[in-house]
């Protein structure tokens, strides 16, 4: 407030408070981004960038390409303007792009929407090569992604590669937050836009929010600009990182045979592969009165759910050290005994 008075209180321009973009043109800078900061709008966290772009661009029965797995809150919302979801078939390192080129020419998606650092729910990265790789298909189809990186800074191992944004930049919208890493309730999310799409963004989010709160944004731009930012990530990432390692430690020890799980470089989760005839979704409500939680992998799908019931994601992020092997312990008797009734029918 002493730095910027009654300016922080009062209603600002729709595309975000100018001290906080020219601080999130140097966050993205850092991500091999590098674009002005006319291109760049603040929007109420990742899910209201997301609604901003759909806004902006979906209709009824238009169809949106999706890796598989993805985001379950994703799908909703795509689905929610209407949209048809379309999985394109992936692998470890993400989309593959033959499947994606062979998607493409058989539909004009409106959208192709990727999570490629630390995806959610899977925590796989997908590499340079790649990104290079699907960038071509996206560029040659002259195809539109949305590029979902929240996850970004909490990297445990290994070197930051870029954003795949820097890949194909006149045909990805970039969307990223500060709620995994400063706070959910400041509602941040960051995103660059392709113009044409900026402008649409800007006069919708001026008809319908005014904007993003301009208190929370001055908030955000004085914490990127100081060095408790620095701090903070440090802070997180080593306590973050440490979850991660005893969950992988707690899941080799404790689960039965047959399962399967990640070991990501960064970001909250860690995704499980059961055994077939393992149901993720039955099994959680054996968890649920031992106390433990997760989120069934038939819900990071577009089609084919009930394929897929044997999956699901942990997420180590709000969990304390000192529960993760008691919990983990607890959820492998509920896998180890599910599986065991399973094949005594």
């Known amino acids: 407030m002493t730095k910027y008075g009654n300016r922080a209180l009062q209603y600002?321009?729709?595309?975000g408070f100018g001290p906080l973009l020219e601080q999130a043109a140097h966050l993205l800078s850092e991500r091999w981004i590098r674009c002005p900061a006319d291109n760049i709008h603040i929007a109420t966290g990742r899910s209201g960038a997301l609604h901003n772009v759909c806004r902006a661009v979906l209709g009824a029965g238009d169809v949106v390409l999706v890796e598989t797995p993805t985001h379950g809150p994703a799908l909703e919302m795509f689905q929610s303007y209407g949209a048809t979801v379309t999985s394109v078939e992936s692998d470890e390192a993400g989309l593959l792009p033959e499947a994606l080129d062979e998607a493409l020419a058989r539909t004009s998606a409106a959208l192709v929407y990727l999570l490629p650092t630390f995806q959610n729910p899977t925590g796989r990265t997908m590499?340079?090569?790649?990104?290079a790789e699907v960038a071509e298909v996206i560029v040659r189809r002259n195809a539109l992604a949305v590029e979902d990186d929240v996850y970004a800074d909490l990297r445990y191992r290994g070197r930051p590669i870029p954003a795949f944004w820097a890949f194909a930049p006149n045909n990805t919208v970039y969307i990223t937050s500060l709620s995994k890493t400063l706070a959910p309730a400041i509602?941040?999310?960051?995103?660059v836009l392709p113009p044409d799409v900026l402008s649409t963004v800007s006069a919708l989010e001026h008809g319908i929010g005014m904007q993003t709160s301009t208190l929370c944004q001055a908030i955000a731009a004085e914490f990127l600009a100081s060095p408790f930012?620095?701090?903070h990530l440090q802070t997180i990432t080593e306590a973050y990182s440490a979850k991660l390692q005893l969950l992988c430690t707690a899941l080799g020890k404790y689960f039965p045979g047959g399962f399967r799980w990640t070991e990501p470089d960064g970001g909250l989760f860690v995704w499980v592969d059961g055994p077939p005839g393992f149901d993720a979704d039955a099994a959680l409500d054996r968890a649920l009165l031992r106390d433990v939680a997760f989120r069934p992998g038939s819900a990071f799908y577009a089609d084919d759910?009930?394929?897929?019931?044997?999956?699901m994601r942990l997420s180590f992020a709000g969990v304390r050290s000192e529960q993760v092997?008691?919990?983990i312990d607890a959820l492998a008797a509920v896998c180890g005994n599910y599986r065991e009734s399973r094949e005594g029918e």
């Open 12 to 15: 600002g321009m729709p595309q």
């Open 127 to 131: 590499p340079t090569t790649r990104r």
């Open 187 to 191: 509602r941040i999310g960051i995103a």
């Open 229 to 231: 930012m620095a701090e």
């Open 305 to 311: 759910a009930l394929l897929h019931r044997n999956t």
């Open 325 to 327: 092997l008691p919990g």
